[in-house]
């Protein structure tokens, strides 16, 4: 089973909205990632969050971590067409090692 | 500073052949992986080296699959013989020392298996 489940699988909002996606996992890790994916490109790194930290910030992200319910969230803020992407949580169990991705939260962001 | 570069971009082949990927890694990253990205899933990682030697390889399926990364630089994924639930994205990534945190991404070759 995965390691890490994304919630929603699907989020439609319109341009200027917040976008809100969730992560959970059922195992200790060390950290917890999330990635951007465009269709049919790679993925893209947007922040980190350890496992000692509650809540990070980068531009329009902001990712908070809850270890005692195993949970993740990742909020855009003022969302805008070009965030339309799959979004990926990733776990590692280990420090630098066993990544866990879940199955992403497909966000379209209509003009 | 160039990316991770990925070879070929798409490939089609029939079940039962051989097929095989190649990564260049950004140069100074020590750590490399592969994953499979299975359309509509997230990637699941099969292989992770570290220089030249594996970290990781529990999700090989090594009856078929084989990696290998001579010389620590770039590295080839091997399927043999394909089956048609090996169609899938292949993404390459590597991160840099000392923490190998943060994994950048290749553009991955398309996979499809007839």
């Known amino acids: 089973s995965q390691q890490g489940e994304e919630d929603p699988q699907a989020l439609s909002i319109q341009e200027g909205e917040n976008a809100t996606m969730n992560c959970s996992y059922k195992?200790?890790?060390?950290?917890l990632q999330w990635y951007r994916q465009n269709s049919g490109r790679g993925l893209v790194h947007l922040i980190l969050i350890r496992s000692n930290e509650r809540e990070k910030h980068s531009g329009r992200l902001r990712v908070t971590l809850d270890t005692s319910k195993k949970s993740s969230s990742l909020l855009i803020t003022a969302s805008r067409a070009a965030d339309t992407a799959s979004y990926f949580c990733?776990?590692?169990?280990?420090?630098?090692?066993?990544?866990?991705f879940g199955p992403g939260t497909r966000l379209s962001v209509l003009p | 500073e160039a990316g991770v570069a990925q070879s070929p971009r798409y490939k089609i082949i029939e079940k039962r052949q051989s097929v095989a990927f190649w990564c260049n890694p950004i140069s100074g990253h020590a750590t490399l992986y592969w994953y499979q990205q299975i359309l509509g899933q997230g990637p699941k990682l099969l292989i992770q080296?570290?220089?030249?030697?594996?970290?990781?390889d529990s999700q090989l399926p090594k009856d078929r699959f084989s990696a290998e990364r001579l010389k620590g630089v770039d590295s080839t994924l091997k399927i043999q013989p394909a089956k048609l639930e090996d169609s899938a994205v292949y993404l390459c990534a590597s991160a840099p020392p000392p923490g190998r945190e943060t994994q950048y991404f290749g553009p991955g070759t398309r996979l499809l298996v007839l």
């Open positions: 990733a776990t590692a169990l280990n420090y630098g090692q066993n990544f866990v």
């Open positions: 195992t200790s890790i060390n950290n």
């Open positions: 080296f570290q220089n030249n030697g594996v970290v990781d």
